[in-house]
């Protein structure tokens, strides 16, 4: 079975600076996907990266990038040079080769919210 | 491109009533579309799989006759919350996947909010 844990329920940032938002994931799958969601308060979720399970190099999409680190099941998201319109429930999720690359597994989320 | 669209966006029904929420793949075929609920401040979780053509694929503790789905099209699935209680209310959010990104990512529609009385 998949599982993921997200153990901070909340965080807090000021604008301008970076932040970690922690994720681990427990799967004997060897072949997974790992995602990182945004959800703001009007409810969509917005989807942001994405890490497969054999990927070298840690992704990147602009300011988010995820620390990938294999032996600890861990896929942290860092978001850089935060933004007060990054405050919003942050979700990690994953699915795997057991469940077709379809089934995704989410997190209880983390809400971050950006000061001025 | 990749939207998805889900209508009514929220909804307000009586109990006992039946409820149908549209999700639309806009831009996409998509075989398949997955149905997650979501309570306040709670995570998303999978409800059923929809596939095109056939019978959905529901997870354990989903009661099929309850939550009907209906894969009609290759852009469209409907969820039905047939004789609804207030139990029932929550988030509805539903997602396709175009399946020709590199990384089988899928797209989530807006959410329909259902608040039974």
């Known amino acids: 079975a998949q599982k993921i844990t997200q153990t901070q329920p909340g965080m807090f940032v000021q604008e301008k600076e970076a932040v970690t938002l922690d994720c681990t994931y427990d799967t004997s799958d060897p072949s997974y996907g790992l995602f990182w969601y945004k959800q703001p308060s009007s409810g969509e979720m917005i989807f942001l990266i994405y890490q497969g399970s054999y990927d070298q190099q840690n992704a990147t999409e602009g300011r988010y990038s995820l620390n990938f680190q294999k032996a600890r099941k861990s896929a942290n998201l860092v978001i850089s040079a935060s933004q007060l319109g990054d405050s919003a429930m942050y979700f990690c999720?994953?699915?795997?080769?057991?469940?077709?690359?379809?089934?995704?597994?989410f997190g209880t989320g983390t809400r971050l919210l950006v000061s001025p | 491109g990749a939207v998805v669209s889900q209508h009514p966006s929220w909804v307000i029904c009586k109990s006992g009533t039946s409820v149908k929420i549209e999700c639309r793949s806009l831009d996409f075929q998509a075989t398949t579309m997955f149905w997650y609920r979501q309570f306040p401040k709670q995570s998303l979780m999978l409800m059923a799989t929809s596939n095109e053509g056939s019978k959905a694929t529901y997870e354990q503790g989903v009661e099929k006759d309850k939550f009907l789905i209906n894969h009609a099209s290759l852009t469209l699935s409907t969820l039905t919350v047939t004789s609804a209680h207030p139990e029932d209310s929550s988030f509805y959010i539903c997602?396709?996947?175009?399946?020709?990104?590199?990384?089988?990512?899928?797209?989530f529609g807006p959410g329909t909010r259902l608040t039974v009385l």
């Open positions: 999720a994953m699915f795997s080769r057991n469940t077709g690359f379809q089934k995704l597994v």
């Open positions: 997602s396709a996947s175009p399946g020709m990104s590199s990384y089988n990512e899928q797209f």
